[in-house]
């Protein structure tokens, strides 16, 4: 039988322990158990007086509805909200807007991964991150409040003026192999909130009654990053994080016998009427001014190869978004011509429109951008058709039917995007 081992015990505990057979404190009253359980704690042997002076001693525990919370400082409040908030844009990134911007297979671990990570080194990117995220937020989501979404679209404004005003400050530095890359989809980004903004109607924003100074904006931006990677170079494109070699893939792969029979008819009604405009206006023009049409002509030729090369890329491979390529490649000089209404320009334009309006389902910012657009240059051309090739119905009317537009009649621009 084993021992029974001896302890020290206490003959000083409360009336109520003792009764329960539990070990007393002695620190009362109250006691600790007496206290949990609210019960009254007496010690037997000592007098009323010395009880009511243990008790006095004994510090009290704060009662829970006397707890005094201090108040919180407003700037931390919106500090706070302000890091949540952000917190929520870089997930969107990840998870949902960067596909916005992904036109290869090759593009998603680069967006989804490589660009997050680059955007803690460089807070333009992180801002035009946000930026996008945030409008992207405001546009796509249809359960959002009216109210919510003007705060989305306010913080996206706001990051949008921050990551402008460095992006323009970093454009004057000297472009190395891991700023190139940066520039460039922080150009991608900047370039579809411009497109996107204009027509923000719970913004407050006036509509514009022509989707021109829109395109204009794009074109000059997406001519922007032309410019960057040929003063960067062959080799800094080549050695950025960016796939390059999948685009270069791409490009070999394509073959104009991809396309569908119809796409190449209307590129070749599109040469054609290229010729027989400039063939006409040769007959016309005067001898000094011969080899400024011939340039022209040669100019607009050239455009339309790299934009069929565009299509043809989209149709051979599991790849979208060239309509950004064709940007990049001839915006510095095709824009000024569509500026100034050069008939082949404004119809070269309602080509790419097609090539942009295959993409609204894949980029959130696209919209109806290149239905409306087809919509404006088929209009205008159509009023000086009698002064053009007879060529041109027929180039007009495929673009119209390619983005769907069956009358003469097209939504208005308040519908582009569907924002109530």
Not at 78 to 95: G, P
Not at 205 to 211: E, G, S, V
Not at 218 to 246: R, W, Y
Not at 354 to 381: F, I, M, N
Request: hydrophobic fraction near 40%.
């Amino acid at each position: 039988m084993q021992k029974r081992r001896s302890h020290t015990k206490s003959r000083k505990g409360c009336i109520n322990c003792k009764k329960q057979h539990v070990k007393c404190d002695e620190q009362g009253p109250p006691c600790s158990n007496c206290e949990l359980r609210r019960l009254p704690c007496e010690y037997k042997g000592r007098s009323p007086r010395e009880q009511l002076a243990l008790r006095e001693k004994k510090p009290q525990a704060p009662q829970q509805n006397t707890i005094e919370l201090p108040v919180r400082n407003a700037v931390v409040d919106d500090a706070l909200s302000m890091r949540l908030l952000e917190l929520e844009l870089i997930h969107r990134w990840t998870t949902t807007t960067y596909r916005g911007y992904s036109s290869m297979p090759e593009d998603n671990n680069y967006l989804m991964s490589i660009i997050p990570r680059a955007a803690f080194s460089h807070e333009y990117l992180l801002h035009s991150i946000f930026a996008v995220c945030a409008l992207e937020m405001a546009v796509t989501t249809p359960a959002m409040l009216g109210q919510q979404r003007k705060q989305y679209a306010r913080a996206s404004v706001k990051y949008y003026d921050q990551a402008s005003a460095a992006y323009r400050a970093e454009l004057g530095k000297e472009i190395t192999t891991e700023s190139l890359h940066i520039l460039i989809i922080v150009s991608e980004l900047i370039a579809s909130m411009n497109v996107v903004l204009p027509h923000c109607n719970f913004l407050g924003a006036c509509q514009p009654r022509t989707l021109l100074p829109t395109i204009t904006v794009l074109f000059q931006i997406m001519a922007g990053t032309g410019n960057m990677c040929k003063i960067g170079g062959p080799e800094k494109v080549t050695n950025s994080p960016f796939p390059m070699a999948a685009v270069v893939r791409y490009l070999r792969e394509a073959s104009i016998s991809s396309m569908d029979a119809a796409t190449r008819i209307a590129f070749s009604s599109l040469r054609r009427f290229n010729d027989d405009f400039y063939g006409l206006s040769q007959t016309a023009a005067k001898a000094e001014t011969l080899p400024e049409v011939s340039s022209e002509h040669a100019y607009f030729h050239q455009a339309i190869s790299v934009l069929e090369m565009c299509f043809a890329v989209e149709a051979s491979n599991p790849t979208h978004g060239w309509s950004a390529a064709f940007a990049s490649q001839t915006g510095q000089e095709f824009i000024p011509k569509v500026i100034q209404r050069k008939p082949i320009a404004l119809l070269i334009l309602s080509y790419w429109a097609v090539l942009l309006h295959a993409h609204r389902t894949e980029y959130w910012w696209v919209g109806s951008l290149g239905k409306d657009l087809v919509a404006e240059l088929v209009s205008e051309l159509r009023q000086i058709s009698s002064v053009l090739p007879q060529g041109l119905e027929k180039c007009i009317s495929w673009a119209e039917q390619q983005v769907g537009i069956t009358c003469r009649l097209t939504e208005s621009l308040d519908e582009m995007y569907v924002l109530d």
